[in-house]
C-alpha cells in the first residue's frame, strides 16, 4: 500500500486548507485511518482519526472545532479539512492506514504512512 498526502501550503493565520491522501496498491477499506504531523524538532503527533466506515471520529484537543477529518472509500482517499489556521499548526502532516477497522491514537497501531505534505501558517 502506498500513501500519498497532497494539498498542504503557505497559508496565512484564519486560513483553511484541505489535505488529501491517496492510497494505491493492495489497499483495503476495511482499515481506520489518521493524520499525524510533526513540527521541526518535535515528535509526530496525532491530529485525527476516522474508523473505516467513517463512523468514528477522534481529533486531538488542538485541533478540535477546526478541523474535520473525512473519507471516500470508493476513491480510496482521506481528507482533513483544516480551517482556522494558526501558526502552531505548522508541521508535516502525515496520513497512515491503522492495522485495524479502528484507528487510535498512538503511532505503533499505524501499518502504512505516507510521505508527508508541508503546512506552512505564517502570523
Known amino acids: 500500500v502506498q500513501l500519498q498526502a497532497s494539498g498542504g501550503g503557505l497559508v496565512q493565520t484564519g486560513a483553511s486548507l484541505r489535505l488529501s491522501c491517496t492510497a494505491s496498491?493492495?489497499?483495503?477499506?476495511?482499515?481506520?485511518m489518521g493524520w499525524f504531523r510533526q513540527a521541526p524538532g518535535k515528535e509526530r503527533e496525532f491530529v485525527a482519526a476516522?474508523?473505516?466506515?467513517?463512523?468514528?471520529?477522534d481529533y486531538a484537543d488542538a485541533v478540535k472545532g477546526r478541523f474535520t477529518i473525512s473519507r471516500d472509500t470508493a476513491k480510496n482517499t482521506l481528507y482533513l479539512q483544516m480551517n482556522s489556521l494558526k501558526p502552531e499548526d505548522t508541521a508535516v502532516y502525515y496520513c497512515a492506514t491503522s492495522l485495524t477497522s479502528t484507528a487510535g491514537r498512538a503511532r505503533n497501531t499505524y501499518r502504512y504512512w505516507g510521505k508527508g505534505t508541508q503546512v506552512t501558517v505564517s502570523s
Open positions: 476516522i474508523s473505516w466506515r467513517g463512523a468514528n471520529t
Open positions: 496498491g493492495r489497499t483495503s477499506s476495511n482499515n481506520g
